[in-house]
Structures are given as structure tokens and as C-alpha cells.
T-cell receptor
Framework: KQEVTQIPAALSVPEGENLVLNCSFTDSAIYNLQWFRQDPGKGLTSLLLIQSSQREQTSGRLNASLDKSSGRSTLYIAASQPGDSATYLCAVRSGSRLTFGEGTQLTVNP | ETGVTQTPRHLVMGMTNKKSLKCEQHLGHNAMYWYKQSAKKPLELMFVYSLEERVENNSVPSRFSPECPNSSHLFLHLHTLQPEDSALYLC??????????????????FGEGSWLTVV
């Protein structure tokens, strides 16, 4: 059974810092890994999708890496802003199933 | 707007009521999903439909009954729920490919969710 763990559970940083969110998964037989953002009381917004054959994906200030063999992914956020405050979720796709971690709650302080 | 619309956004129901959650996607996708999000727990997959056929039923109690009449619409019928069923119910959709790995390579898009409170 696939298990996804995200560390840290919560993170508070001053504006402008570069930061890294971690995601690990137990079964490396995945199709892809996806990072999401969730604002309080809202649905999930897709940020980045990395295929199992890829090593990283970039979108603006976000960069996600994938090391499938070690079961790890990181989401790097450059020059953080207060608007980045949200819960960040990673999810791995195995067949029809998308398994989520519990998320990292990020607060960026002005 | 993600192209996945859920109604109602908020629902309060008694344990003896029957209600339904509705999801509609305008993205031309052919797979739809129901997830449950409870406080301090990871999202739990409930049901997956691909090409209007249920392909995954993740040991969900029978008081939750899904219906997928076409590739754009997904319902979750609720009957005699328990207070512990109170949660955010999220609908999602994706485009599946043909072949042996239909779920590979596709981004999944979520709706805003339906907040359910069972009293």
C-alpha cells in the first residue's frame, strides 16, 4: 500500500526566503507525482506534475524535483511571498489511485 | 475557476435525510473522482469513474452511492449518514489515455468542494 509523508507539517518563514518542502513515498512504482496548493476552505489547485521519467519541473518561482528510486520529491519555492501562504500537498499516481500526503501548512510573514 | 464545479458548496443534513452532491466538469475529461477530506487526515479516495464506468471503490460504506450518468457529471448520493461523515467532499477530473496505462501522464483538476455537516 502506497504511503506518502510530507515534512515538515507546518512551516513559518519571513517574506523573501527560499524554502523547500519535502515529500516521500514508499512504493516507487508510480506514473507521476503532482504538487497541489490548497487555500483554507477551498479546493486543490494543481501546481506541477512530474512524470515518472522526469527529474524536475519548473513553473515561475516553483521548482519540483523527483527521485523515483529513493521515493522522494521536493518543492522549492524561491523568494517566498505572503500570497504563498497555503497548505501544499503532494500526491503520487499509481494506476487509478492518487495517494496524498497530509500536507505542509506554509505561512509566509510580511 | 478550474473547470470543475461542485454544488452545493455547503450542506447541513440530519442523519435520516437523503441528499446528493453534484459535480460537473467542463474540461472534456473522461475520468472523474470523489475524495473525502477530514480534518488532520490525508485526502481519501472514495470512487473513480473512467469512461462512465466505476473502476475503483475504496471500501466506502454503502450510505455513499455514486452515480456517473455521463462523462461530464458525477453525483454522490447520501443516505442515513453519521456525524463522522462530516467533511469536505472534493470532486476531480482528468483525461485518461487509451491503452495499458490509462491514468498515466495526466493532471487531475479539483473542484472547490462541498462542505458537509451531518447533525
Amino acid at each position: 500500500k502506497q504511503e506518502v509523508t510530507q515534512i515538515p507539517a507546518a512551516l513559518s518563514v519571513p517574506e523573501g526566503e527560499n524554502l523547500v518542502l519535502n515529500c516521500s513515498f514508499t512504493d516507487s512504482a508510480i506514473y507521476n507525482l503532482q504538487w497541489f496548493r490548497q487555500d483554507p476552505g477551498k479546493g486543490l489547485t494543481s501546481l506541477l506534475l512530474i512524470q515518472s521519467s522526469q527529474r524536475e519541473q519548473t513553473s515561475g518561482r516553483l521548482n519540483a524535483s523527483l527521485d523515483k528510486s529513493s521515493g522522494r520529491s521536493t518543492l522549492y519555492i524561491a523568494a517566498s511571498q505572503p500570497g504563498d501562504s497555503a497548505t501544499y500537498l503532494c500526491a503520487v499516481r499509481s494506476g487509478s489511485r492518487l495517494t496524498f500526503g497530509e500536507g505542509t501548512q506554509l505561512t509566509v510573514n510580511p | 475557476e478550474t473547470g470543475v464545479t461542485q454544488t452545493p458548496r455547503h450542506l447541513v443534513m440530519g442523519m435520516t435525510n437523503k441528499k446528493s452532491l453534484k459535480c460537473e466538469q467542463h474540461l472534456g475529461h473522461n475520468a472523474m473522482y470523489w475524495y473525502k477530506q477530514s480534518a488532520k487526515k490525508p485526502l481519501e479516495l472514495m470512487f473513480v469513474y473512467s469512461l462512465e464506468e466505476r473502476v475503483e471503490n475504496n471500501s466506502v460504506p454503502s450510505r455513499f452511492s455514486p452515480e456517473c450518468p455521463n462523462s461530464s457529471h458525477l453525483f454522490l448520493h447520501l443516505h442515513t449518514l453519521q456525524p463522522e461523515d462530516s467533511a469536505l467532499y472534493l470532486c476531480a477530473s482528468s483525461r485518461n489515455h487509451q491503452g495499458n496505462s490509462p491514468f498515466s501522464g495526466n493532471t487531475i483538476y479539483f473542484g472547490e468542494g462541498s462542505w458537509l455537516t451531518v447533525v
